[in-house]
C-alpha cells in the first residue's frame, strides 16, 4: 500500500518493514506544453537527479555527490540509473537505488535533489515543469511504499531539494521536503553541503 506524504511529512520506512535493505527511489516529471497561436509544443527540458550522502553534521566528503557524472557511490551502496534527458514518457525518468545495508556508518542522510541541466542558457526553470514527484519503492517486490507530488509553485526556481532518506535511532526514514532553489548546477548545489 503506498503512503502519500506532503511537505514536510516524514515516515518510517525500515521499523515495520523488517529485512527492508534495497530500495529505489524514482523521481518523475513532464515538461509542459507551450501555446502557441496556431500551434503547441512540449519545452524541451533536461531534469538530473542526485543524491548527495551527508554525514552526520549534514556535510558532503569525499565523492559522495551521485549525480549523472558520477552514476556510483564510492562503496557501491548509492547508485544513478544514467539520465533521462526529455522527462517524456510514463513512469520514473530517473532512479537512484540504494543499498540501505551496504551505506557506510558515516553517511547519516541521503539528500535527494533535482535540478535543470543548462537552466540558465536555456532560461528555464521549475516552472515549466509539471507532475513532479519522489517515490520510494521496496525493490524486493516492486512495490511502492510511498509517494509525495511536488504540487508547490516553483517558477524562478532551478533545483528542487525533494527529499532525503535519513537515519534514526538504527532505522531509516523518510522526509518529504520539497523545497525550491537557484542553483544553475549540481555542482554548485552540492558546494552548499561542503
Same mark, same amino acid.
Given at each position: 500500500?503506498?503512503?502519500?506524504?506532503?511537505?514536510?511529512?516524514?515516515?518510517?520506512?525500515?521499523?515495520?518493514?523488517?529485512?527492508?535493505?534495497?530500495?529505489? /527511489?524514482?523521481?518523475?516529471? *513532464?515538461?509542459? %506544453?507551450?501555446? &502557441?497561436?496556431?500551434?503547441?509544443? +512540449?519545452?524541451? @527540458? =533536461?531534469? $538530473?537527479?542526485?543524491?548527495?550522502?551527508?554525514?552526520?553534521?549534514?556535510?558532503?566528503?569525499?565523492?559522495?555527490?551521485?549525480?549523472?557524472?558520477?552514476?556510483?557511490?564510492?562503496?557501491?551502496? /548509492?547508485?544513478?540509473?544514467? *539520465?533521462?534527458? %526529455?522527462?517524456? &514518457?510514463?513512469?520514473?525518468?530517473? +532512479?537512484?537505488? @540504494? =543499498?540501505? $545495508?551496504?551505506?557506510?556508518?558515516?553517511?547519516?542522510?541521503?539528500?535527494?535533489?533535482?535540478?535543470?541541466?543548462?537552466?540558465?542558457?536555456?532560461?528555464?526553470?521549475?516552472?515549466?515543469?509539471?507532475?513532479?514527484?519522489?517515490?520510494?519503492?521496496?525493490?524486493?517486490?516492486?512495490?511502492?511504499?510511498?509517494?509525495?507530488?511536488?504540487? =508547490?509553485?516553483?517558477?524562478?526556481?532551478?533545483?528542487?531539494?525533494?527529499?532525503?532518506?535519513?537515519?534514526?535511532?538504527?532505522?531509516?526514514?523518510?522526509?518529504?521536503?520539497?523545497?525550491?532553489?537557484?542553483?544553475?548546477?549540481?555542482?554548485?548545489?552540492?558546494?552548499?553541503?561542503?
Amino acid at each position: 500500500m503506498t503512503i502519500s506524504l506532503v511537505k514536510g511529512q516524514k515516515i518510517d520506512l525500515t521499523k515495520g518493514n523488517a529485512g527492508l535493505s534495497k530500495i529505489t /527511489v524514482g523521481l518523475g516529471w *513532464d515538461p509542459v %506544453t507551450k501555446r &502557441g497561436f496556431f500551434s503547441s509544443k +512540449k519545452v524541451d @527540458i =533536461d531534469c $538530473d537527479a542526485s543524491a548527495l550522502l551527508l554525514d552526520e553534521n549534514g556535510k558532503l566528503t569525499g565523492k559522495n555527490l551521485v549525480c549523472f557524472h558520477n552514476l556510483k557511490s564510492p562503496d557501491g551502496s /548509492v547508485i544513478h540509473s544514467g *539520465d533521462n534527458r %526529455t522527462g517524456e &514518457g510514463e513512469g520514473d525518468d530517473e +532512479k537512484i537505488h @540504494i =543499498d540501505l $545495508d551496504r551505506v557506510p556508518a558515516n553517511i547519516h542522510r541521503i539528500l535527494v535533489v533535482v535540478n535543470i541541466y543548462d537552466c540558465v542558457n536555456r532560461k528555464q526553470d521549475f516552472g515549466m515543469i509539471s507532475s513532479a514527484y519522489i517515490r520510494v519503492v521496496n525493490r524486493s517486490n516492486n512495490q511502492e511504499m510511498v509517494r509525495f507530488s511536488l504540487t =508547490d509553485n516553483y517558477a524562478g526556481k532551478t533545483a528542487l531539494i525533494v527529499g532525503e532518506i535519513y537515519r534514526y535511532n538504527g532505522e531509516w526514514k523518510f522526509n518529504a521536503i520539497g523545497e525550491g532553489t537557484f542553483s544553475p548546477h549540481i555542482d554548485l548545489l552540492a558546494r552548499q553541503y561542503v
